[in-house]
């Protein structure tokens, strides 16, 4: 198993960033030179790793029209695991009928496959020539767990649960929260039990851990005497289930967290919570925000510039005499800052 960064907590369980999807605005944006210069750098990376049969035109796509199949981008290229997305629709002017491109580069790869590969540090320079500050988008939060996968069960959730080839996903596709869980050990031919579980989280929502939890399998407590007669029938139930050969933990995992915590040491014999806190994920968002020479915690980066160098949200018109005008979307405290600041006219 190849890690770009990771982190091994004491119980010896594995985490790290896997999937990332970063923005990047590019100050002084030609959009035909940005796509030249990833296109060069693309070719030059394939053949500092040995490689030089990488043709732009065959592994491009230029002029899309504004898509959300094309994630609302101008152009995309895509080269040995990276995928990027030059120029970002937005805004349609209903007037003109046309559409604004904003100077954004979106880069989608996994870190743990191609973080530290050639075209992974020459794109780093190029970022930190021609980019300003950027942000993490979307990334999946990996943790690899040395079990079956049998032993990781998710208890009480109500996202919706889907099975693929053994692989179990909670929550629709792309969203945030989304959880997957599935065999690493056999996707990876290892020797040993190995079991990932993946969150896919958006910087800008709130992250939340559902009650993922890993069997130990010890001894079964007996006392039920100390359990209320519901949750003994319950007990019962579910150990004559196992005995029967049924699946116990298709009814378990039906159970809100509460009900399940109060009968587990009797029909599992213990558990442990997979995510206890968030500091490790804290640590590793911040070692690749620092890598990539991004801030993962700032609102967003689709800014422009005005003639006097103070940047402001796309949705603020602001003219040549620095007459700023203000939508219904826009924070109305920022006009108001932006006048302070500089002693401008607004309206709203």
């Known amino acids: 198993m190849n890690y ?7 119980r010896g369980y594995i985490h790290s960033i896997d999937e990332v999807t970063v923005d990047f605005y590019v100050k002084d944006f030609n959009q035909k030179n940005v796509i ?27 002029d899309l029209k504004p898509s959300t199949k094309y994630n609302w981008f101008n152009s995309r290229i895509w080269c040995n695991g990276f995928f990027i997305s030059i120029g970002q629709w937005t805004s349609f ?38 980019c300003d500050d950027g942000m993490i988008v ?8 040395p079990v079956s996968p049998e032993y990781v ?27 997957k869980i599935y065999d690493k050990q056999a996707e990876q031919k290892l020797d040993c039990p190995l079991t990932r579980v993946e969150y896919t989280f958006k910087t800008k929502e709130k992250r939340t851990f559902d009650n993922i939890v890993v069997m130990d399998f010890g001894k079964k407590r007996n006392d039920y005497e100390s359990l209320s007669r519901q949750l003994k029938t319950y007990v019962e139930m579910l150990n004559d289930i196992e005995q029967l050969g049924g699946d116990k933990f298709k009814h ?31 640590g590793l968002l911040e070692e690749l925000s620092n890598d990539l020479m991004i801030s993962h915690d700032v609102e967003n980066v689709n800014l422009v510039k005005t003639l006097k160098g103070f940047e402001v949200p796309v949705d603020v018109d602001v003219d040549d005499d620095e007459f700023i005008s203000v939508s219904d979307e826009v924070d109305f405290v920022f006009a ?5 600041l500089y002693k401008g006219t607004w309206k709203v």
Not at 36 to 62: M, P, Q, V
Not at 98 to 119: C, E, F, M, Q
Not at 158 to 176: A, F, V
Request: with cysteine.
């Open 4 to 10: 770009y960064k990771e982190v091994k907590d004491e």
């Open 36 to 62: 030249k210069s990833i296109a060069r750098i693309c070719a030059l990376s394939e053949f500092e790793e040995g490689r030089s049969d990488w043709d732009f035109l065959s592994y491009s796509k230029l």
């Open 93 to 130: 002017d209903k007037v003109n009928k046309d559409w604004t491109i904003l100077p954004i580069i979106r880069i989608n790869v996994n870190p743990n496959k191609h973080g530290g590969s050639a075209l992974w540090n020459n794109l780093k320079k190029y970022i930190a020539a021609y």
């Open 138 to 145: 979307k990334y999946d939060y990996a943790i690899d767990v």
């Open 153 to 179: 069960n998710n208890i009480g959730s109500r996202k919706e649960l889907g099975l693929n080839k053994g692989t179990r996903y909670y929550g629709q596709r792309g969203r945030h929260g989304r959880i």
């Open 252 to 282: 378990l995992n039906n159970m809100d967290s509460r009900t399940y915590k109060k009968i587990e040491p009797f029909v599992v014999g213990g558990t442990e919570r997979l995510v206890k806190d968030d500091v490790i994920l804290k």
């Open 336 to 340: 108001w800052l932006y006048y302070m």
